[in-house]
């Protein structure tokens, strides 16, 4: 018979305190707990579970090293709410993967790829009467699943995607790819290759077992929604600017007072915040922001010079000087005494300990593509706009200045663009500006006097 769990105290650094040395438990869930072993320096957390696929025996694993000191966040350790957090997480990915496992062996995205690309194979070779490699294959092996070298092409690594078991496959995962494609790829030959990878992760899904379509039962919908994202560098690119993208001034701050929160609670130590910041006050993309340079924020000025973007032939070179608050200069002034060719904007790589589930911080460097995508997530949630994407920032910007009645020419200076970019995606707003122009020029054209004249008529 199953011992009955006697939950400790663990939740507040003052309680753990208390305790005799030893490990102590409390339960997450009806088959996994979360420990706090206690020694003579230091206390350090820990979790054990049962998976429902592999037998009754517990696991067990490491999850860090506890903040004893107070419940706030500290560099290294965790709190018991961090805590809960991570070994949550871990039980999650352990029962998920003994889950598939049980189902049997685990698709990836190499696998659904190479069998979308031996059916294709097949069907043209029918269509052409002799055996024939399809486009799409060819496309697939140099983008996603890696070749040889090959004659006078040189050998080409696998994405980090075709690792990746379909059960696990995350919107952000995709993302991630497309942003990493090279820029110098034609817009047509990007969107075959993406048509190609959505077929072909589409054709697995009716391949999977039950068992694996209920650990990922939103697969199909993940592949839409990350294949039909807005870019996030390219305005040529973007529809026309939806009105739930527009946000007034309101929600820019709620946006950013999430950020702040975000930042805290994952230990962003105000990188994050930082670069959103940035991104609100100049409309700039999230591609040009990560490009600049220390030296590009002048402080006495109150002004950032942002780099031009790299879309059209040959890139976009030079930088727009775009004004902004004391403010934003006081959010950026932590960052501003380094070296002036540093990166602007850094946050902290991690790496696993080797044998353990602990994260530690690797080095520091500048944001990579895809990078923003997971904490936006957390950020909207928490200012309960569930559908607005970074590109909002700029989208609500460019809005700003046209009803602050800039004049279009200088709207898409400030914003690295051009004006018949402007008049295509944010045409109505130019009227109403322009119409408001118009009427603060109106001026009364009937006198009194004529209004008494008619009136005695």
């Given at each position: 018979m199953a011992k009955t769990l006697i939950e400790a105290q663990?939740?507040?650094?003052?309680?753990?305190?208390?305790?005799?040395?030893?490990?102590?438990?409390?339960?997450?869930?009806?088959?996994?707990?979360?420990?706090?072993?206690?020694?003579?320096?230091?206390?350090?957390?820990?979790?054990?579970?049962?998976?429902?696929?592999?037998?009754?025996?517990?696991?067990?694993?490491?999850?860090?090293?506890?903040?004893?000191?107070?419940d706030k966040f500290a560099e290294g350790t965790l709190t018991f709410e961090q805590a809960v957090t991570q070994a949550r997480e871990h039980v999650t990915r352990s029962r998920t993967e003994a889950a598939a496992q049980a189902a049997g062996p685990a698709p990836t995205v190499r696998t659904a790829v190479e069998t979308y690309i031996k059916e294709r194979n097949a069907r043209d070779s029918r269509r052409a009467g002799h055996e024939v490699r399809s486009d799409a294959?060819?496309?697939?092996?140099r983008y996603v699943l890696g070749q040889d070298e090959r004659g006078s092409q040189e050998a080409v690594e696998a994405a980090s995607l075709a690792a990746i078991?379909?059960?696990?496959?995350?919107?952000?995962?995709?993302?991630?790819?497309?942003?990493?494609?090279?820029?110098?790829?034609?817009?047509?030959?990007?969107q075959r290759l993406i048509n190609d990878l959505k077929a072909g992760l589409n054709a697995a899904w009716p391949r999977l077992s039950a068992e694996q379509k209920k650990l990922n039962p939103t697969f199909l919908s993940i592949v839409k929604d990350a294949f039909k994202a807005e870019r996030i560098?390219?305005?040529?690119?973007?529809?026309?600017a939806r009105d739930n993208q527009i946000l007034p001034d309101a929600q820019v701050s709620i946006?950013?007072?999430?950020?702040?929160?975000?930042?805290?609670?994952h230990g962003f130590e105000g990188d994050l915040y930082r670069?959103?910041?940035?991104?609100?006050?100049?409309?700039?993309?999230?591609?040009?922001?990560?490009r600049m340079r220390v030296s590009d924020a002048q402080r006495k000025e109150q002004r950032l010079m942002v780099p031009g973007s790299y879309k059209g032939r040959g890139g976009n070179g030079g930088s727009v000087p775009v004004p902004v608050g004391e403010d934003v200069i006081e959010v950026l002034s932590p960052i501003l005494n380094r070296t002036k060719e540093a990166p602007l904007f850094e946050r902290w790589s991690y790496e696993q300990a080797a044998g353990s589930i602990v994260w530690r911080k690797s080095e520091r460097g500048p944001w990579k593509t895809a990078e923003l995508s997971r904490p936006w997530q957390a950020i909207r949630e928490r200012a309960r706009l569930p559908e607005v994407i970074p590109y909002a920032l700029r989208h609500s910007s460019i809005v700003r200045g046209l009803r602050n009645r800039l004049p279009i020419q200088h709207v898409a200076k400030l914003h690295n663009t051009s004006v018949k970019m402007i008049e295509r995606h944010y045409a109505k707003y130019i009227s109403t500006a322009l119409e408001d122009l118009a009427r603060a020029a109106v001026v009364p054209l009937v006198s009194r006097l004529d209004e008494n004249m008619v009136g005695h008529g």
């Amino acid at each position: 018979m199953a011992k009955t769990l006697i939950e400790a105290q663990i939740t507040t650094a003052k309680a753990r305190s208390r305790l005799g040395f030893g490990v102590h438990w409390r339960r997450l869930d009806a088959e996994s707990h979360l420990g706090y072993r206690k020694g003579k320096r230091s206390g350090a957390w820990l979790v054990r579970w049962r998976n429902h696929h592999d037998g009754a025996n517990y696991k067990q694993a490491p999850v860090g090293v506890a903040n004893d000191i107070n419940d706030k966040f500290a560099e290294g350790t965790l709190t018991f709410e961090q805590a809960v957090t991570q070994a949550r997480e871990h039980v999650t990915r352990s029962r998920t993967e003994a889950a598939a496992q049980a189902a049997g062996p685990a698709p990836t995205v190499r696998t659904a790829v190479e069998t979308y690309i031996k059916e294709r194979n097949a069907r043209d070779s029918r269509r052409a009467g002799h055996e024939v490699r399809s486009d799409a294959g060819h496309r697939l092996r140099r983008y996603v699943l890696g070749q040889d070298e090959r004659g006078s092409q040189e050998a080409v690594e696998a994405a980090s995607l075709a690792a990746i078991h379909l059960h696990a496959l995350r919107e952000g995962d995709l993302l991630m790819w497309r942003e990493n494609l090279p820029v110098e790829l034609k817009a047509t030959t990007k969107q075959r290759l993406i048509n190609d990878l959505k077929a072909g992760l589409n054709a697995a899904w009716p391949r999977l077992s039950a068992e694996q379509k209920k650990l990922n039962p939103t697969f199909l919908s993940i592949v839409k929604d990350a294949f039909k994202a807005e870019r996030i560098d390219d305005d040529d690119e973007i529809s026309v600017a939806r009105d739930n993208q527009i946000l007034p001034d309101a929600q820019v701050s709620i946006l950013l007072r999430a950020a702040l929160e975000i930042d805290g609670e994952h230990g962003f130590e105000g990188d994050l915040y930082r670069i959103v910041v940035c991104l609100a006050a100049t409309g700039a993309r999230f591609a040009q922001v990560r490009r600049m340079r220390v030296s590009d924020a002048q402080r006495k000025e109150q002004r950032l010079m942002v780099p031009g973007s790299y879309k059209g032939r040959g890139g976009n070179g030079g930088s727009v000087p775009v004004p902004v608050g004391e403010d934003v200069i006081e959010v950026l002034s932590p960052i501003l005494n380094r070296t002036k060719e540093a990166p602007l904007f850094e946050r902290w790589s991690y790496e696993q300990a080797a044998g353990s589930i602990v994260w530690r911080k690797s080095e520091r460097g500048p944001w990579k593509t895809a990078e923003l995508s997971r904490p936006w997530q957390a950020i909207r949630e928490r200012a309960r706009l569930p559908e607005v994407i970074p590109y909002a920032l700029r989208h609500s910007s460019i809005v700003r200045g046209l009803r602050n009645r800039l004049p279009i020419q200088h709207v898409a200076k400030l914003h690295n663009t051009s004006v018949k970019m402007i008049e295509r995606h944010y045409a109505k707003y130019i009227s109403t500006a322009l119409e408001d122009l118009a009427r603060a020029a109106v001026v009364p054209l009937v006198s009194r006097l004529d209004e008494n004249m008619v009136g005695h008529g």
